[in-house]
């Protein structure tokens, strides 16, 4: 049963933290010097941000855009055929098709977002080219498959033997009915030895980028819900959903199960939590409990992690079930895995 007890003494300590820091992050940042500032430096969901993060470093360690950083670490895991929840090899929708979600956020407030999109190996940089190319901000189905072959993406398939022997196995039963770390599952049945330690115990990568000049951007890219309906949208496509970025206040995005994330515009939220003085970790419980106080039942069988970085370059995460990790790299450390707090 939901333990109203807990959330309310949760709920009573952020309240309590709102007003100690109630001096808004803009009053707060203008008075912090540069050099306190920890930049570079770029986080990403789950243990696959690692190889994710390594990329996006190269980018910013040459005083690259973190815009450039996050496109370029993200097609880390969308190139990756062992991924099953991101680009290529990502796990079908119940009709066997790959369908690919991906949205970008510059400094600028400029956005770009593809929705299931096919045949396209990398979304992200479909989701760029529609935030720099159109005055649209996002494209979806046939349309966006459409504009991708107009500005050179190659078309592909991008159903993998393995995912294939997944569906194919799951059609058995049909049982449409998401399932929490879907991947655990099928990878106990199809092919636990290919994949080493906790790594299949992920869902989409969402990315966070603050370049030297201490500029702002985020990626979120996701073949979204295993076995989903056809057309199924979660939340990363969605700004202010999966991801969200505010160039004066620090960015967010979200990994789990997107719907539940759309109804609390969840990253938004978070980033507008940092606004009013939370730190990044505290954001992200608030926006967690709110999931948790609309559906406790709901929340009890899922799983929803936010992830968060303010203007400081300071961090932090929180989820609603135990798992959840994100992937940090600064000047200190390249491969930092960092296990994020939960409610259960
Ligand atoms: N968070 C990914 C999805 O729900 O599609």
């Given at each position: 049963?939901?333990?109203r007890r807990?959330?309310i003494k949760a709920?009573a300590v952020s309240t309590?933290?709102?007003?100690?820091?109630?001096?808004?992050?803009?009053n707060?940042?203008s008075?912090v010097?540069?050099?306190?500032?920890?930049?570079?430096?770029?986080?990403s969901t789950?243990?696959?941000?690692?190889?994710a993060n390594?990329?996006a470093w190269?980018?910013?360690?040459n005083n690259?855009?973190?815009?450039d950083?996050?496109?370029q670490g993200v097609?880390?895991?969308?190139?990756?055929?062992s991924n099953?929840?991101?680009g290529?090899?990502?796990?079908p929708?119940?009709?066997?098709?790959?369908t690919?979600d991906?949205c970008?956020?510059?400094?600028?407030?400029?956005i770009?977002?593809?929705?299931a999109?096919?045949?396209i190996?990398?979304?992200?940089?479909?989701?760029?080219k529609?935030m720099e190319k159109?005055?649209h901000?996002?494209?979806?189905?046939?349309g966006a498959?459409q504009?991708?072959?107009?500005?050179?993406f190659?078309k592909?398939n991008?159903?993998?033997?393995?995912?294939?022997?997944a569906?194919?196995?799951w059609?058995k039963?049909?049982?449409?009915?998401?399932v929490?770390?879907i991947?655990n599952?099928l990878?106990d049945?199809?092919a636990?030895?290919?994949?080493p330690?906790n790594?299949?115990?992920?869902?989409?990568?969402?990315m966070?980028?603050?370049?030297v000049?201490?500029n702002l951007?985020g990626?979120?890219?996701?073949s979204g819900?295993?076995?989903?309906?056809h057309?199924?949208?979660?939340d990363?496509?969605?700004?202010?959903a999966?991801l969200?970025?505010?160039?004066?206040?620090?960015?967010a995005?979200?990994t789990?199960?997107?719907?539940?994330?759309?109804?609390?515009?969840?990253?938004?939220?978070?980033?507008?939590?940092?606004?009013?003085?939370?730190?990044?970790?505290?954001a992200?419980?608030?926006a967690?409990?709110?999931?948790?106080?609309?559906?406790?039942?709901t929340?009890?069988?899922i799983?929803?992690g936010?992830?968060?970085m303010?203007?400081?370059g300071?961090?932090?995460a929180?989820?609603?079930?135990?798992?959840?990790?994100?992937?940090v790299?600064d000047?200190?450390?390249?491969?930092?895995?960092?296990?994020g707090?939960?409610?259960?």
């Amino acid at each position: 049963m939901f333990n109203r007890r807990k959330f309310i003494k949760a709920s009573a300590v952020s309240t309590a933290m709102l007003a100690v820091t109630k001096t808004s992050f803009a009053n707060n940042i203008s008075n912090v010097s540069s050099d306190a500032i920890n930049k570079p430096i770029v986080i990403s969901t789950w243990d696959f941000g690692v190889a994710a993060n390594a990329d996006a470093w190269k980018v910013l360690k040459n005083n690259g855009r973190a815009l450039d950083a996050v496109e370029q670490g993200v097609w880390v895991p969308e190139a990756d055929e062992s991924n099953q929840s991101v680009g290529y090899g990502g796990l079908p929708d119940r009709d066997g098709k790959v369908t690919l979600d991906a949205c970008i956020m510059d400094e600028n407030g400029n956005i770009g977002a593809v929705l299931a999109l096919e045949h396209i190996k990398h979304p992200i940089s479909v989701a760029r080219k529609v935030m720099e190319k159109t005055p649209h901000v996002m494209l979806a189905g046939d349309g966006a498959l459409q504009f991708a072959l107009e500005q050179g993406f190659k078309k592909e398939n991008l159903l993998t033997p393995s995912s294939e022997k997944a569906w194919k196995e799951w059609l058995k039963e049909a049982k449409y009915q998401p399932v929490m770390n879907i991947e655990n599952k099928l990878y106990d049945k199809v092919a636990p030895q290919k994949l080493p330690g906790n790594q299949y115990n992920h869902d989409t990568i969402g990315m966070i980028a603050m370049d030297v000049k201490g500029n702002l951007s985020g990626a979120c890219t996701t073949s979204g819900m295993a076995y989903k309906l056809h057309g199924r949208i979660g939340d990363s496509p969605i700004i202010g959903a999966g991801l969200f970025i505010d160039n004066e206040v620090g960015g967010a995005t979200s990994t789990g199960v997107g719907e539940e994330v759309v109804r609390n515009v969840g990253s938004f939220l978070v980033v507008e939590l940092m606004r009013q003085g939370y730190s990044p970790e505290e954001a992200c419980k608030e926006a967690v409990m709110r999931i948790i106080k609309k559906k406790p039942e709901t929340a009890k069988n899922i799983q929803v992690g936010f992830l968060a970085m303010n203007k400081k370059g300071e961090y932090g995460a929180y989820a609603i079930q135990q798992g959840f990790t994100f992937a940090v790299c600064d000047t200190k450390k390249q491969d930092l895995v960092i296990k994020g707090k939960s409610y259960y």
